[in-house]
């Protein structure tokens, strides 16, 4: 698929399809668990076909799972029936380490379990791009070190973070290509502990790394999403800018409005209905209002999407998914 030309036609047509950062509530519809979920590829791709199926979604999103790179470093996981995996040690404590630790070869792990879905779903979802999942490197260092203890390093220890960043990226960009082989349209790339910082700080040990990765991977077939939910994203709008993905994604404790006029006018800038306060404990009402309060706030710029401020929890309400995805038509349809 020409990716660019795609993205292209989004921001010229004047209705907008939601593409809310959408997987894990998959587990209500099929009756399983979070563990079932992501016990194989075929139920993994089975799910994102379900969801296709049933939702009007501008894209299908495979498993935001931020554990599964980390792990293949050697990382302890643990895998939930109801609440999306988390990683349970430190694995770099020193420089010692940091220099000691392997990169991975892409394929370890769970890592293939997840390509192999991406293969299978872009077989069975023909109709709409399909997009990976992948860990940022700033965040996955913070897998690997402790997210305390990575930020207190960033400061005290930097050639120690370095490190780990720069082994960091190198196997990120391994797993994006591998996905690109296995047909992805592109990737969400994950960096929701680089919100976290200061903008000097991620100009030091955050953006060069997602810029290395964005200019190893991305093409006119492969774009990527970078996703950043924290509240300093506004101040890092010029560096934002610099990495030229295609997409931006952003969380909900910033207004979408005060950001989308700072970002690439080609770029699909997306956000930011609020995960908990909404899709898990809102009603159909609040949903509604809160769609639409967004989309009024943002319709003026044409490149902006409608979308999740984050990944949805499994325990996610589906009669707020369906009002969010309801609220999205009428407000097209009333224009």
Known sequence: ???????????????????????????????????????????????????????????????????????????????YDDAIPSVTNVVVKTLEDAENLRVPAVGEGRTQTYIDAIRKAKKLITDRPVFAGIIGPYTLAGRLI??????????????????????????????????????????????????????????????PYTKAVIDAVQNREYIVIYHNCGESVIKMAADMSAFHAEGYHFGNCINMADIVPYLPEDSLIMGNVSPAEQFCVGTPESMRKNTREILEACDQWPNFVISSGCDLPPVSKWECIDAFFDEIAAFYRDK
């Not at 979920?37 to 299908?60: F, H, I, V, W, Y």
């Not at 720069?166 to 929701?192: H, L, W």
């Open 1 to 79: 698929m020409d990716m660019l030309q795609w993205k292209l036609d989004v921001i010229n047509n004047p209705v907008k399809k939601g593409i809310p950062v959408l997987s894990f509530p998959v587990t209500r519809l099929m009756n399983i668990n979070v563990k079932q979920l992501l016990s194989d590829s075929d139920t993994l791709a089975q799910g994102m076909k379900l969801l296709a199926d049933r939702l009007p979604t501008l894209a299908s999103l495979s498993m935001m799972d931020l554990t599964v790179e980390a792990e293949c470093f050697g990382a302890a996981v643990e895998v």
């Open 146 to 207: 402790g997210m305390s203890e990575l930020m207190m390093a960033s400061v005290t220890n930097p050639k120690m973070v370095e490190i780990v960043l720069e082994k960091a990226t190198k196997f990120i960009i391994e797993y994006a290509k591998a996905y690109r082989e296995a047909g992805a349209d592109g990737f969400v790339m994950a960096e929701p502990t680089t919100g976290l910082i200061s903008p000097k700080l991620a100009r030091k040990l955050s953006h």
